[in-house]
């Protein structure tokens, strides 16, 4: 659980507790192990993702603040820092915090996007060793990407611009690659999610 004020990630164990009779609950506890994971000041983690590397577990955080994404495996118990890549372009001096993350479910491609250079950004996992490269930064369709979300069957895209009041449709390639496609998507006051059931 990415808490953005203390830079630091919480990290929980649930498990199953069996509770009067036949019925189930689960319970939430902290992680003896390491009960939570200390960023350095002024990343603001806001979000977090899980995927498992050749056994081992890689933890990616989407550091609003800092524009990036710290990279950690965990094994043994502790979680190891493996890496921090920026979800900017080099050269961009401009003011832009980090709003989503998305793991798609090749694990081949993480996205994060950028609010300020209003943009998707796309990296590429290897998948030995859970480290991220970034490959491009896409213009998003509008301004403010606060959320985006793939559709269901990973083709398609859309990203929700709170501050242009529009969701933009974009076409995912079979490297990743995002394509813009301008007539596909719909204006709306102010999104800030999209959510698919």
């Not at 319970?27 to 498992?52: M, N």
């Not at 491609?109 to 796309?122: E, F, K, L, P, W």
């Not at 979300?149 to 390639?173: D, T």
Request: glycine share 10%.
């Amino acid at each position: 659980m990415p808490d953005l004020g203390a830079d630091r990630v919480y990290v929980y164990e649930v498990t199953r507790k069996r509770t009067t009779g036949a019925a189930q609950g689960l319970a939430v506890t902290p992680y003896k192990a390491a009960p939570w994971i200390q960023l350095p000041p002024g990343r603001g983690p806001r979000h977090v993702a899980v995927s498992r590397v050749n056994e081992v577990y890689c933890l990616y955080v989407l550091n609003e603040l800092s524009n990036s994404i710290s990279v950690f495996r965990h094994n043994d118990g502790a979680f190891t820092f493996v890496k921090e890549v920026s979800t900017l372009p080099e050269g961009f001096d401009g003011k832009s915090t980090a709003a989503e993350l998305i793991l798609c479910p090749t694990d081949e491609t993480i996205y994060a996007s950028n609010r300020g250079h209003d943009s998707i950004a796309r990296f590429q996992r290897d998948l030995g060793t859970g480290r991220l490269k970034r490959m491009d930064c896409t213009p998003c369709g509008g301004k403010g990407p606060r959320h985006f979300s793939m559709m269901p069957g990973g083709e398609w895209m859309l990203v929700a611009n709170q501050n242009s009041n529009n969701i933009a449709l974009f076409r995912i390639g079979k490297d990743g690659a995002l394509t813009h496609v301008p007539d596909g998507g719909v204006d709306i006051g102010a999104p800030v999610c999209v959510v698919f059931e």
